[in-house]
């Protein structure tokens, strides 16, 4: 089964806005009808796992050694031996804790018994999970979900827990997590009841059909939903359960109590001291880095055709950013804290695969790896003018410009005084964006794509790129500058 997201499993059919509302009582309609709307309280899948993630340390009444358990390849044995170390299950009520085998049927083991391999955060179950249990809550950074490990559980043929809502443990848990094992079973659904719907969660036959391991299947809910677990009718179901807690990130000592290391406070003390000064970048422009750290770099997109119109794929850079390390990942937080938007993209010297006085080429920008795979030069078409369409010309910069210069002396191409290869001959375009470069452009994030050069033979050659870090810098009057200026 795919991912099922809070929210959006039930369509609505009565509601949804209509294009004539005209007065406020219209609106206010609309706006009761997308309350109404059914909401789905859960959300459940399978989500794979590494193998080691199945496993489990266990202590057995007695022994002095831990038990270890495969939960990915375990036999009925090493089931049965799980669950004789279990004690039996409890549940809440008023505050206290009930045995009840009517009401629950069900081995547990508390925290201090045991150890699971599995990690919710680093096996991306909880971001898996976040955007629906969070619903937004989390759109300006403050709110985070936290799961804290509850308990392992082992339901044995006829185990069952009967409808109940989950105890809040603090103010602030949102929910419940309930991970299972891919221990073969049948039975033992997990079903869900609230404002008067039902769901079934079947996660024996989601783990089973097809067989995904190693994987786990989960369902997350909120605390108001009710549930229960039906009867196991064959094999062991083991479970992991969590409490689902909303945190505030803001009331959190992190960002606002930091000390700022020296490094930080004078690059965002020069940043702000540039943005307020009219004469840099007055109509926008990029500040440019080299990036100082290795990244994956992705492949040329797969660009399909649509009606003739070629079909860019998003940016697969994007991710790049979140991964930033050490001096890179100074200057995008500096940025951001100052109001600046930053990015990683990829400059292209649209002039590199030719002889730089034949063809002197510009420095392009490009949000991803270009695909140059439908660039044929025999056809009469001219990779330095593809590369110049597919992205937005910058200006050369003295430092840049110094730089090329250099690159070509060294190369042993003639230098021309007089060029200094800024202005490439008077042709750049008029609209290319100014850029200040911080620190050079490097070749450790290189990128590569193929075209079919024109020469004696049509031969398939490569076009680089290089990605680097580009902080947008607004012109001035935008809001931004004007609110650092004032400080
Ligand atoms: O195992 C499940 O699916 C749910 C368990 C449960 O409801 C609980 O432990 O409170
Ligand atoms: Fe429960």
Redesign the pocket.
Known sequence: MSKNEIGTVQSPTNAGPTTTTSSIADQLEVLRKSLAMPHVPYTSGVHPVKAEDLVVYYDVEGEKYASRIDLGTAEEGDLEALASACQQ?T?GVNQADVLDESYRKAGKMDLTKFAARFDVVASGLIDNIGPDILQGQDADGNKKLRAEM??L?V?GPGSF?KA?K?TPRGDNMIG?L?V?FPTSHTG?Q?TLEHGGLNWT?D?AAELADPPRTPALAY?AFYSDVT???EPVLTGH?V?L?YNLFLVDESIRPAAGHRTIPAPERALEETLRTLLGDPAFLPAGGFLAYGLEHQYPMPPPPEVSWVNRKRQVPPSRLGPVLQMLKGCDARIRTVSQRLGLATHVKILYDSGENYDYDDEPGHDVLADDVLDTADVNESYGMSLKDEIERMGVILQRDSARAKELRDKKKYCGQDEDEDDNGENDGGKISPSAIPVHWVTKINTLNRVQSQYIAYGNDAAIQHVYGNAALFVHVPAVGVDIRAAVEGR
């Open positions: 299950a549940f509850y308990k559980n339901y827990f109940h989950d419940s309930v299972v033992g997990l969660f996660s369902a549930h229960a677990v179901r479970t359960t």
